[in-house]
């Protein structure tokens, strides 16, 4: 679990704690040469289904395909030696880890909304969902990595670094080893100023919710953040679990100000900056989220009243996003067994305890990085 993800135990909930009065490479990438705005080829519904027909039907083990050619040759990538590890089952090869325009049909609109939150389209109408999600249309928005092909810095295998904000962080002088990957993703509460020496400066991947970002402006202001990284370099992800997100993404995208609902009449530029593009912008599928839930992090909160609102931490999204992506991942600032020796953030001026919501598993998610390090998936930071 990322520890980013949870809030300043002081004042605020952390940023992933739902707020009830609001409503690649994928390492199989996309080719270096491809511009087309085409997009890769959507296969029908693999039957996915892992436990039988006991499953509950809000578990929805079934998802799109998609083709989509990698963009290196590297190798020795993550998507190659997945088969040989004990995620060998559970990995999807060719799900799509970002939905843009083309998703949007009424077959698949019927088929999402019967999963509510990030999971599915449950409460989003049609209409909403043709006007936020048509500004995603070229092919920067079905790309992750979708400048690796005018990268400075190539290789044979794309290096990606993971940053949650995790106390672990606080004087470990791993600040010039992340900045050289050739990506690195942050969330949330991510502070930089001041902790360069530490977590690095450079941001090119950043995810978050609405609601997480709006938690981490009011939860974390007093620490020195102010919002999201703002650079060329940076793109925005957004982990949609309400209209709220599709209505944000819209407005960005335009430039104009959120037309309804909690952020109603807010200008977006507040957030990502005058020059943002809708190329820059970027928002997961639901049923990726669906899928790391069913697949890698399956609570035994789904067996409870909560099981409408357990989702994977905005950083478990995040990590497990690059290691669907790119070729190569490191994972620093994330949650490891002797997580009380640390506080909560890396920025943290006093000790901060790591709180527990029941919206995330995080100790599961802390067992599930210990598992893909020692599976040689991931390379975790632990502070050894």
């Known amino acids: 679990?990322?520890?980013?993800?949870?809030?300043?135990?002081?004042?605020?909930?952390?940023p992933d704690v739902l707020d009830a009065s609001k409503s690649s490479p994928r390492a199989d990438g996309v080719d270096k040469t491809?511009?087309?705005?085409?997009?890769?080829?959507?296969?029908?519904?693999?039957?996915?289904?892992?436990?039988?027909?006991?499953?509950?039907?809000?578990?929805?083990?079934?998802?799109?395909?998609?083709?989509?050619?990698?963009?290196t040759d590297c190798p020795d990538n993550i998507r190659s030696r997945v088969t040989k590890t004990e995620f060998g089952g559970k990995f999807l090869q060719h799900i799509p880890v970002l939905q843009w325009a083309r998703h949007v049909t009424p077959e698949q609109h019927q088929r999402l909304s019967r999963y509510?939150?990030?999971?599915?389209?449950?409460?989003?109408?049609?209409?909403?969902?043709?006007?936020?999600?048509?500004?995603?249309?070229?092919?920067?928005?079905w790309q992750m990595l979708d400048d690796w092909k005018d990268h400075s810095n190539k290789s044979d295998c794309i290096h990606c670094a993971v940053v949650g904000n995790g106390g672990i962080l606080k004087d470990s002088k791993k600040g010039e080893e992340i900045d050289g990957h050739h990506y690195v993703f942050r969330t949330n509460g991510a502070i930089i100023k001041g902790f360069e020496q530490d977590v690095g400066s450079r941001t090119t991947h950043y995810t978050f919710s609405t609601n997480t970002l709006m938690n981490s402006i009011r939860g974390y202001a007093g620490a020195g953040y102010k919002g999201p990284p703002l650079s060329q370099e940076t793109r925005y992800v957004f982990l949609p679990d309400h209209d709220r997100d599709y209505l944000l993404m819209k407005a960005a995208?335009?430039?104009?100000?959120?037309?309804?609902?909690?952020?109603?009449?807010?200008?977006?530029?507040?957030?990502?900056?005058?020059?943002?593009?809708?190329?820059?912008?970027?928002?997961?599928?639901?049923?990726?989220?669906?899928?790391?839930?069913?697949?890698?992090?399956?609570?035994?909160?789904?067996?409870?009243?909560?099981?409408?609102?357990?989702?994977?931490?905005?950083?478990?999204?995040?990590?497990?996003?690059?290691?669907?992506?790119?070729?190569?991942?490191?994972?620093?600032?994330?949650?490891t067994p002797d997580y009380k020796n640390y506080s909560d953030h890396y920025y943290?001026?006093?000790?901060?305890?790591?709180?527990?919501?029941?919206?995330?598993?995080?100790?599961?998610?802390?067992?599930?990085?210990?598992?893909?390090?020692q599976a040689g998936l991931i390379r975790l930071y632990m502070h050894k």
């Open 1 to 14: 679990l990322d520890r980013k993800s949870n809030s300043d135990q002081r004042a605020r909930p952390p």
């Open 34 to 71: 491809r511009t087309s705005t085409k997009g890769p080829t959507l296969k029908p519904q693999q039957p996915t289904q892992a436990a039988g027909p006991t499953e509950p039907p809000f578990i929805g083990d079934t998802y799109m395909s998609e083709d989509i050619p990698p963009q």
């Open 116 to 141: 509510p939150g990030a999971h599915g389209w449950g409460g989003i109408d049609y209409k909403t969902l043709v006007e936020t999600l048509s500004v995603l249309n070229s092919s920067a928005n």
């Open 253 to 335: 995208a335009t430039h104009t100000p959120v037309e309804r609902g909690p952020e109603r009449a807010k200008d977006p530029s507040r957030y990502f900056g005058k020059d943002v593009s809708a190329e820059k912008l970027k928002m997961y599928h639901p049923d990726f989220i669906r899928y790391l839930r069913n697949r890698f992090l399956r609570s035994h909160t789904l067996n409870t009243k909560y099981k409408n609102i357990y989702r994977p931490s905005t950083g478990a999204v995040m990590l497990l996003a690059a290691l669907h992506t790119c070729d190569k991942v490191s994972a620093y600032g994330f949650m």
């Open 348 to 373: 943290d001026s006093t000790y901060h305890s790591v709180g527990f919501y029941i919206n995330h598993d995080l100790r599961m998610e802390m067992t599930l990085w210990q598992q893909l390090h």
